[in-house]
């Protein structure tokens, strides 16, 4: 092959989805990736199968999202790559089988789960010190959620010579869902640095969608993009050396450029010149980057390094519960409300006895980002007032509702207070990293047919 074309159809859960369609249909698209995993995404989801066993544990956006985009990429010939398998990849396999039966697919229609990447059960026998602070990965026993390795582009790899125009998986490193097409279509050997480092590179800039073409960017009177509400998602047009051109589909908002390129090419990047990633280490320092048209650029010269012998793993462990929730003041002297709200509140927790480990109560809109930093400015006209507080247990969390309730009639006057209509408790979920051994993770692909 001497060219390939592949589009982002996300860039985590939550993403949008008409512009997957809309490169669905007309992207003119060989894959299409999906990346829809955040650093606590796998944890959250063992959370959730904890409390509802009937969770089936693959993204919640499965079915809207096969049925946007199936429809064209049957039409196309498009194979999909994804991630959406979460803590079930065979689950979320059997589902696309449904919707391929659904969407007229040929008969026999091959879809890959691959999973491998969960090792909660054994983390604690082969995982390296933490990395966040050099403790043992055992000083987390007997808290421990789930714990996942970063599998690399391999195995999505191998479905693919075995025929899978679907495949979808576990944790696997944001860059790798992208490059594994580069790697089949191109005959890429696994432990080529020289061709990996560039392609990983190009999967980097598609991984967050959007953002390459002016999502998280614009800034307006600073950094203005054209409509930004209709933001497309990035398409590669890439080459058998690893370079590519940055597009996006005719006609549609944001904007492909130097500017929102280089912002996406060291988003989430430590060091520029040693970028790690389970297949290579990538250098980004080398990239030569060239406007060849609008909304086109041109990215050449990433270059790589072996890769190492060891894999990243997540850790998700249960480290407490948050109660948290919200009243306001509008008008002449609302920051002197809130602020003695605030001193009621203070009291109050010390009378019930509240046992937190950390108390928040910040104004919204004078110093809830920035905190004590914050510049004193003109009197603000309406102030939300946040109050957190991060306990050891759920009982000590469910304390802030039932205090921030009593402001309704035993507070400040003019307090605007809100019906609790959610759960205003939830469970902390601190993510740690550490290193296992590269071949303690080993791959599981299981195929279905439509």
């Not at 693959?58 to 429809?71: E, G, H, K, S």
């Not at 391999?154 to 495949?167: C, D, S, T």
């Not at 250098?283 to 030569?288: L, M, V």
Request: proline residues 6%; hydrophobic residues 40%; charged residues 25%.
């Amino acid at each position: 092959m001497t060219g390939l074309r592949i589009g982002s159809g996300s860039a985590w859960w939550g993403d949008r989805l008409e512009p997957a369609r809309r490169n669905a249909e007309e992207g003119d698209l060989d894959y299409l990736c999906f990346e829809t995993m955040a650093e606590a995404t796998v944890s959250a989801a063992q959370v959730r199968k904890r409390r509802d066993p009937s969770f089936p544990g693959y993204d919640t956006y499965l079915d809207d999202r096969m049925q946007r985009v199936l429809p064209g990429c049957l039409r196309r010939g498009t194979k999909i790559i994804s991630n959406q398998g979460w803590i079930n990849p065979e689950g979320a396999a059997e589902r696309m089988v449904h919707w391929l039966r659904a969407c007229g697919a040929p008969k026999g229609t091959v879809v890959a789960a691959v999973s491998g990447s969960l090792i909660t059960d054994r983390v604690l026998d082969i995982a390296g010190p933490l990395m966040e602070d050099g403790r043992p990965a055992a000083s987390l026993a007997g808290s421990i959620v789930s714990a996942e390795a970063y599998m690399g582009a391999e195995p999505i790899v191998r479905a693919l010579r075995e025929g899978a125009a679907i495949v979808v998986t576990g944790r696997v490193a944001d860059p790798s869902l992208f490059m594994a097409p580069m790697m089949h279509e191109f005959g890429w050997d696994p432990l080529d640095h020289g061709r990996l480092g560039p392609g990983n590179g190009i999967g980097h800039v598609l991984e967050c969608g959007a953002q390459v073409t002016g999502g998280y960017f614009c800034d307006p009177g600073f950094k203005d993009v054209p409509e930004p509400w209709d933001l497309a998602f990035p398409i590669a047009e890439v080459e058998s050396d690893g370079s590519a051109v940055i597009t996006k589909v005719v006609g549609s908002g944001g904007a492909v450029t130097l500017r929102t390129l280089k912002e996406q090419l060291f988003y989430e990047v430590h060091d520029p010149g040693r970028y790690i990633t389970p297949d290579v280490v990538v250098d980004f320092t080398t990239t030569q980057l060239e406007e060849v048209g609008p909304d086109r650029l041109r990215v050449s010269g990433i270059s790589g390094q072996p890769r190492t012998p060891t894999l990243k793993v997540s850790i998700a462990c249960q480290e407490g519960h948050i109660g948290e929730d919200m009243f306001f003041y509008a008008g002449p002297g609302a920051l002197r409300r809130a602020e003695l709200a605030k001193r009621i509140l203070e009291e109050r927790f010390r009378i019930v006895g509240l046992d937190a480990e950390e108390v928040r109560i910040d104004f919204v809109g004078v110093n809830a980002i920035h905190g004590g930093l914050s510049p004193a400015g003109a009197e603000p006209y309406e102030v939300a007032v946040r109050v957190a507080a991060r306990t050891r247990t759920r009982e000590e969390a469910l304390k802030v509702g039932r205090e921030v309730d009593g402001m309704a009639v035993s507070g400040v006057g003019m307090t605007g207070k809100r019906v609790p209509h959610q759960d205003r408790t939830r469970e902390i979920i601190g993510v740690w990293s550490s290193l296992v051994p590269r071949e303690a993770v080993t791959p599981v692909i299981t195929y279905y047919e439509a």
